[in-house]
């Protein structure tokens, strides 16, 4: 089965540009939750999703910042617009949660934006 | 609330030597526990978790870790370290909810 799928794997953008972040989640999984990583901060959620509904979004880090998950194939993760500060590795992760499961998480291999 | 301290952000073992990285938890409830593995330029991997069966998991590439509920402590062992251990470890509790917490990581340097 394929694990969780990024795209772009790296993105190189300008200040000021819109930046969009994929996430393919595996099938089957009803959780998925973007993390962001810098080495200053470490790795950081943002946000997770549980069967397509935004559960905790405080990580958010400002309005800046966006997640959608129109179904349970498909998620987003925007940046509008961004700025140097974004610079990071961010990485979608799904699992399978609730009903007393507490699955693992599976990581992508993650999208490394640089914002010039 | 539940947290993670990993003490030691960096540690460094020669090879062939025992691996071990320290993993103290809080949790209000009986926790689920994992171990992930970073490699450069990589996403993170599981290398074992705790649901609350055997006290003693053991989990890819030789490592195991033991949960002590006396001493909240979930620390990954290794009995010999190998040149291609070396990477992030981040040790993380799950409150059986849809929550994660990720300790700080430790980077792991294996000496020749």
């Known amino acids: 089965d394929a694990g969780v799928i990024q795209s772009p794997r790296h993105e190189v953008t300008e200040m000021g540009q819109e930046v969009t972040l994929r996430c393919k989640p595996i099938s089957g999984h009803n959780s998925l939750f973007w993390y962001r990583q810098t080495m200053m901060r470490g790795l950081e959620l943002l946000i997770y999703f549980n069967n397509n509904v935004p559960i905790d979004d405080s990580g958010m880090p400002e309005d800046r910042f966006s997640a959608k998950m129109p179904n349970a194939s498909f998620s987003t993760l925007k940046i509008q617009p961004s700025e140097p500060r974004d610079s990071a590795v961010y990485f979608c992760?799904?699992?399978?949660?609730?009903?007393?499961?507490?699955?693992?998480?599976?990581f992508g291999e993650g999208s490394r934006l640089t914002v010039l | 609330a539940q947290s993670v301290t990993q003490l030691g952000s960096h540690v460094s073992v020669s090879e062939g030597a025992l691996v071990l990285l320290r993993c103290n938890y809080s949790?209000?409830?009986?926790?689920?526990l994992f171990w992930y593995v970073q490699y450069p330029n990589q996403g993170l991997q599981l290398l074992l978790k705790y649901t609350s069966a055997a006290t003693l998991v053991k989990g890819i590439n030789g490592f195991e870790a033991e949960f002590k509920k006396s001493e909240t402590s979930f620390h990954l062992t290794k009995p010999s370290a190998h040149m291609s251990d070396a990477a992030e470890y981040f040790c993380a509790v799950s409150d059986r909810g849809n929550q994660f917490y990720f300790g700080t990581g430790t980077s792991l340097t294996v000496i020749p």
């Open positions: 949790s209000s409830v009986p926790p689920y």
């Open positions: 992760a799904s699992s399978i949660r609730g009903g007393g499961v507490s699955g693992e998480l599976f």
